[in-house]
């Protein structure tokens, strides 16, 4: 819910410049990004159900009986599975947050100057959601046997961590 409510203010602050003659040089952009904003803050809340989803099944695999040796390589890949899925939702989210993070700071650059406290807070909001969903990978991707998936992971989730140190350098920069 924080990415959404952080989509949602970017989305606010930009919203705001639309229409006016100071910010007609930038309206196309504002608009995509309101656009844009307001599609991601629609699918982290979708993505917030899929994760109780995906959650559910861990724990229904967690609960499967591993007294015999076949009992217990039955719940080895049952969790296995679940865990697959209860990693690709946060790391859509990961990539989402990142996102976010990128549009809150081009709405302080572009945008009114008397929101940058919103645009630059709702990177951050997204940047606190990000930490969340590095978390939850963290403890999912060590029970995946699919190699080819973790390295894809891993990548991923490299590639969004990178929007951590750009949240932090949009909020100071506002400070």
């Not at 899925?85 to 945008?111: D, K, Y």
């Not at 709702?122 to 991707?141: F, T």
Request: charged share 20%; hydrophobic share 50%; glycine share 8%.
């Amino acid at each position: 819910m924080a990415l959404a409510l952080g989509a949602a203010m970017i989305q606010m602050a930009g919203g705001y410049s639309i229409g006016k003659k100071k910010y007609a040089a930038v309206e196309a952009d504002l608009v995509a990004i309101v656009s844009r904003c307001e599609a991601i803050a629609a699918r982290a809340v979708a993505l917030a159900a899929e994760d109780a989803t995906a959650y559910a099944g861990f724990a229904a695999a967690m609960k499967l009986p591993r007294k015999s040796p076949e009992e217990k390589v039955a719940r080895r890949a049952a969790l296995a599975e679940a865990a697959h899925a209860a990693t690709a939702v946060p790391l859509e989210l990961a990539e989402l947050c990142a996102e976010v993070v990128v549009l809150g700071e081009q709405t302080c650059r572009i945008g009114n100057p008397n929101l940058v406290g919103d645009a630059a807070g709702g990177g951050s909001l997204a940047r606190g959601a990000l930490r969340i969903c590095q978390l939850n990978i963290a403890a999912n991707v060590g029970m995946i046997d699919d190699d080819a998936f973790v390295q894809d992971t891993e990548i991923r989730l490299e590639a969004a961590a990178k929007a951590l140190r750009q949240a932090d350098t949009t909020v100071d920069r506002q400070l």
